[in-house]
């Protein structure tokens, strides 16, 4: 048996450049980790299905969840005749804008690579991810990197300087493509990629908080009046920064201490339901 951690993405930016051919946006990221993860765990079977078991009212158990999908991927790839039952424990929560698909998927490359003993590289495992969904070859490898393309091409950066996260999310879901198809980059607002790349670099926590954007974010508040809403509480309760990850609908915000902390948790607990304390991972 085979375990793996799937931790949750934030954005620290997400810049949107142009629309492509193939109907993808070409983007500009800057992606880390907190410690907010699924539990996985891989098991054989000789049968040569793939099973999934999940305990979720909105978490499909066929081949639309993206684990499967990783699944099969692997096995057709590599040729494998055995088969697995993958148990998938969500703490995520789902259509949040914090990659929890993608990264039960990318805990799936992972898990995989050893219970079937394939033994490929991390770098191989991140191109092949590319080719079911476009935030899983950075989820991987976790950590903090710049991703562009359609989100597949990385470059590795340091971590970022220790802090809290307090992460929010209203009582809706989002999809993506809705929020892509809903963007007019004629309004592009600059994005501070390279402010944050340099935050990064100089581990500067000041700098940090002054850079986070995302060029989706004004997209998803137009939509969803209560992302705006919540941004705006979370602004009020203390933080030093806060964000909208990915296409949303989650919010975040930023702490250096964890008494802080706890009372903009406190400060959101009548707003939604899912509201979390956890450490920035990097
Ligand atoms: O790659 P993934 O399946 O996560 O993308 C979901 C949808 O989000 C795509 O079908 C596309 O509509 C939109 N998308 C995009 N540009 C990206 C990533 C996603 O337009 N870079």
Redesign the pocket.
């Known amino acids: 048996m085979i375990y793996e951690t799937a931790p949750a993405k934030i954005n620290l930016t997400l810049d ?1 450049l142009f ?1 492509r051919e193939d ?5 500009e990221m800057i992606m880390t980790t907190v410690d907010l993860n699924d539990r996985l765990t891989f098991e054989s079977r000789k049968d040569g299905k793939i099973v999934i078991n999940v305990e979720h009212n909105f978490v499909p158990s066929d081949q639309r969840n993206l684990a499967y999908k990783a699944a099969k991927l692997m096995k057709d790839k590599y040729q494998i005749k055995e088969g697995v039952t993958i148990s998938l424990e969500k703490s995520i929560p789902i259509a949040a804008g914090l990659a929890g698909g ?1 990264s039960d998927a990318a805990a799936t490359f992972r898990g995989l690579n050893q219970l079937w003993e394939i033994n490929d590289t991390l770098e191989n495992l991140s191109s092949l991810a590319a080719e ?4 899983i070859s950075f989820c991987i490898y976790g950590k903090t990197a710049l991703c562009k ?3 597949e091409v990385l470059t590795h950066l340091p971590k970022p300087p220790s802090a809290w996260v307090v992460i929010a999310k209203p009582d809706i879901g989002v999809s ?2 809705e929020i ?2 809903a963007l007019n980059l004629n309004n592009r607002h600059h994005i501070p990629t390279e402010d944050c790349q340099r935050a990064l670099n100089d581990g500067d926590y000041e700098l940090l908080c002054k850079s986070l954007g995302n060029s989706l974010e004004d997209v998803t508040m137009g939509l969803y009046p209560e992302v705006a809403k919540l941004k705006n509480t979370m602004k009020n309760s203390g933080v030093d920064a806060t964000l909208m990850s990915g ?1 949303g609908p989650t919010v975040y915000g930023l702490v250096q201490k964890e008494r802080q902390a706890k009372q903009v948790y406190n400060a959101l607990m009548g707003c939604c339901n899912e509201v979390f304390v956890v450490r920035l991972l990097g």
């Not at 109907?23 to 983007?27: D, I, L, M, N």
């Not at 079911?132 to 935030?135: A, P």
């Open positions: 949107t629309k109907g993808y946006h070409e983007v993608s079911i969904g476009s935030d393309g359609r989100g993506t493509p892509y198809g296409s």
